[in-house]
């Protein structure tokens, strides 16, 4: 794929373009920005919520562009906000058979554009946006974009082992390395999006090049013309993908995309 460029760079953000702690490198910064130059479009793909792709587009710089929310849930152009597609779904039988096997967990749905409905509080910093407490009851109570299941007190092997005992069905779920899932609409994911996406500006399939290092990457690194796993990507994401970068630590993201510069 010597001669292949991409006409469209779909990036995760959360150990792909930033670090844990929600730090992004100049290097990233300014090789991200560039791909611009060579008129490439770049789309931010991220299971964050709209406020959350500002905070990347704002560390990026970009003023407008397109993005992939909600881990597909949400296909947007920025600034001004304009959603493009808003899938929702009933997610009451799915949280209801949690709560019954974890009735501590804390939930979240996302209020678009705005940011979380939550049960209780979440850790500090882990959701973006305004934050409004209400029951379970009202956040179940009319279809949704995305949940979020948080367990603080499990480990993620324990949190693991109860979610694939739970049979979650018409769902599409991802867990996160920490005690978390997202619930998202069945056939929903970054590949769905980005699909929906590429109709939307005319760009071909074959034609993207998708960076990414989560479990909710998987689909979209195989649905690309090229994906690319980051280096610290658990086994069954760097199956899906066509290679293999750095990681996060090592400005991954940098080696893939200079040679398009």
Same mark, same amino acid.
Not at 124 to 130: P, Q
């Given at each position: ?12 953000v959360d150990g ?5 702690r929600n730090e ?100 500090? %910093?882990?959701?973006? *946006? +305004? #934050?409004?407490?209400?029951? $379970? ?90 994906g690319v796993a ?11 993908? %066509?290679?293999?970068? *750095? +990681? #996060?630590?090592?400005?991954? $993201? ?8």
């Open positions: 794929m010597s001669d292949w460029r991409p006409r469209l760079v779909a990036l995760d792909t373009l930033v670090t844990g992004m490198s100049p290097a990233v910064r300014e090789t991200v920005r560039g791909l611009r130059d060579q008129d490439i479009e770049v789309v931010i793909a991220t299971g964050r919520s709209v406020p959350g792709v500002m905070d990347a587009a704002d560390k990026l710089g970009f003023e407008r562009g397109h993005a992939i929310g909600s881990n597909g849930s949400l296909v947007f152009t920025y600034r001004p906000t304009e959603l493009l597609r808003a899938v929702t779904f009933d997610a009451s039988e799915a949280v209801q058979s949690i709560l019954d096997r974890m009735p501590d967990v804390l939930v979240a749905v996302e209020e678009v554009g705005v940011g979380y409905r939550v049960n209780r509080a979440f850790p500090s %910093d882990e959701l973006g *946006g +305004s #934050i409004t407490v209400q029951s $379970v009851e009202e956040l179940i109570g009319e279809p949704v974009t995305r949940v979020i299941i948080r367990s603080p007190e499990h480990s993620t092997e324990e949190f693991r082992e109860v979610v694939a005992d739970l049979g979650l069905t018409d769902t599409n779920y991802y867990i996160g390395y920490t005690a978390w899932l997202d619930i998202a609409p069945v056939g929903t994911s970054k590949a769905s999006g980005l699909d929906f996406l590429c109709q939307h500006l005319g760009i071909a399939q074959s034609d993207v090049l998708a960076i990414g290092d989560g479990n909710n990457d998987i689909e979209m690194l195989s649905w690309a013309g090229r980051m280096g610290q990507a658990l086994d069954e994401v760097i199956a899906a993908a %066509d290679d293999v970068t *750095g +990681s #996060i630590d090592d400005d991954g $993201v940098v080696d893939v995309l200079r040679p398009y510069l």
